[in-house]
């Protein structure tokens, strides 16, 4: 069978999981199978280790990109608060709490198409604050950053940096036309050039298909990428993606095993949208390829609660 073949080659080291063959997977009937399998190689990989991180939206709204799924975009209207950069006092309490609840990992997130250099300066001030007076592994999602910005956050203490590709390169353009796929790229090159690690993944039930999603996959193999959240749409009234269907549960396990079969040793992430799924279908996806969690808050939208997610990441047999 395809999916004992492409699991024993993973698993040996013996090759990547091409695109035909991922597609082949994909349709394979005995999905349980599927996610078991995606289940061992997670587990041969990486182990029970499950690594949480946290943000904190830390610029909100009046964003000048047009994506269409998003609540922060000026090009849509969905009543959400907006401002220009919270304080350094909320900003290190949000890092304090984070680091006090075990959260391993936290981050800055700030709309519009990229922080310019002056802005740079008063946000890796905060950033050494953080570092200072924590223990957390600090990260950052900035936008289209350049070298000299990604070179100030690294020097900050920031050690990873995030740039969704969002979806596959043959999709993207549908769904925004104020910057591309490549742009995304050349940033997140950019970031391992100067030392940093790097973080990216997307946003599935967008009206992309199954191969699209396949192709997202196959582009963070590319680049390497080592931490890769998967987001569900939550379709925001006021955005353009607002009336989308959810994707079914099948649809959401399939994906994760993929994934997990193209990424073996990456921290493929819980990340928006988790909300959406039932308590069963995360302990599902945790052992379905899942072994990191964005836990906490979110951007605009409610988030999860940091002690009940412990409790269910310790019930699925991982460490945190």
Not at 123 to 152: N, P, V
Request: one cysteine or more; charged letters at 30%; glycine letters at 8%.
């Amino acid at each position: 069978m395809i999916i004992e073949k492409l699991k024993q080659r993973v698993l040996r080291c013996e090759g990547e999981v091409s695109r035909e063959e991922a597609v082949e997977l994909s349709r394979a009937d005995d999905k349980e199978r599927l996610y078991a399998a995606a289940d061992e190689i997670r587990a041969e990989f990486l182990g029970n280790e499950l690594d949480t991180c946290s943000i904190v939206n830390a610029r909100s709204g009046k964003c000048s990109e047009d994506c269409k799924w998003c609540a922060q975009s000026a090009f849509h209207s969905t009543g959400i608060a907006t401002y220009p950069v919270k304080s350094r006092e909320e900003v290190l309490a949000a890092a304090r709490e984070n680091d006090n609840r075990r959260v391993k990992r936290f981050s800055l997130v700030t709309s519009g198409r990229r922080v310019n250099k002056g802005e740079m300066t008063v946000f890796c001030d905060m950033y050494r604050d953080i570092k200072e007076k924590t223990g957390l592994k600090l990260c950052a999602s900035m936008g289209l950053l350049g070298r000299e910005e990604l070179l100030m956050l690294k020097e900050a203490g920031v050690a990873r940096y995030e740039c969704n590709l969002e979806s596959a390169s043959s999709f993207f353009p549908s769904l925004c036309s104020t910057h591309t796929s490549e742009e995304k790229k050349q940033t997140l090159r950019l970031a391992k050039e100067v030392g940093l690690e790097i973080c990216s993944g997307g946003i599935i039930g967008m009206g992309e298909t199954m191969e699209q999603r396949l192709e997202l996959a196959l582009e963070l193999r590319e680049l390497d990428v080592k931490s890769v959240p998967i987001n569900l749409l939550n379709p925001v009234k006021g955005t353009a993606l607002e009336d989308r269907p959810p994707l079914d549960d099948e649809e959401i396990l399939t994906t994760i095993a993929l994934f997990r079969f193209i990424l073996p040793d990456a921290f493929i992430r819980f990340a928006g949208g988790r909300r959406l799924m039932s308590a069963s279908l995360q302990q599902r996806a945790l052992h379905a390829g899942i072994n990191a969690s964005l836990v906490g808050g979110l951007l605009t939208t409610a988030g999860t609660d940091v002690t009940e997610d412990y409790k269910m990441f310790a019930g699925a047999g991982f460490s945190c």
